[in-house]
Nanobody, 124 residues
Framework: QVQLVESGGGLVQPGGSLRLSCAAS????????MAWFRQTPGKERDFVSA????????HYAASVKGRFTISRDNAKNTLYLQMNSLKPEDTAVYYC?????????????????WGQGTQVTVSS
């Protein structure tokens, strides 16, 4: 059974940092792109960042570019999101996702496996 488990969320002050992890089990995803999305109550899930299967190509939403860094460790079947200079508007539930192929997409239909989400709250 395929499982994606996010961790690393929590409460942080504005300007602080968090590192999210997404551990995959049940099969290897080293041949698939992966991504992070986020969602706030009453809104659709938004694209945050994505990475190709080798990790050589990445893409970021304009709102997080320069502050967030996506990476992956295929040996550990784990995806990461380093979040720096956090702002209150970054508050959301963050989800990791596995793409349907080696590349990546900025919309949900491009992904077929999802984690359960981890809450990130940025507040003083």
């Amino acid at each position: 059974q395929v499982q994606l488990v996010e961790s690393g969320g929590g409460l942080v002050q504005p300007g602080g940092s968090l590192r999210l992890s997404c551990a995959a089990s049940g099969r290897t995803f080293s041949d698939r792109g992966m991504a992070w999305f986020r969602q706030t109550p009453g809104k659709e899930r938004d694209f945050v960042s994505a990475i190709s299967w080798t990790g050589s190509s990445t893409h970021y939403a304009a709102s997080v570019k320069g502050r967030f860094t996506i990476s992956r460790d295929n040996a550990k079947n784990t995806l990461y999101l380093q979040m720096n200079s956090l702002k209150p508007e970054d508050t959301a539930v963050y989800y990791c996702a596995v793409a349907k192929g080696p590349g990546y997409f900025s919309t949900e239909p491009g992904y077929d496996f999802w984690g359960q989400g981890t809450q990130v709250t940025v507040s003083s």
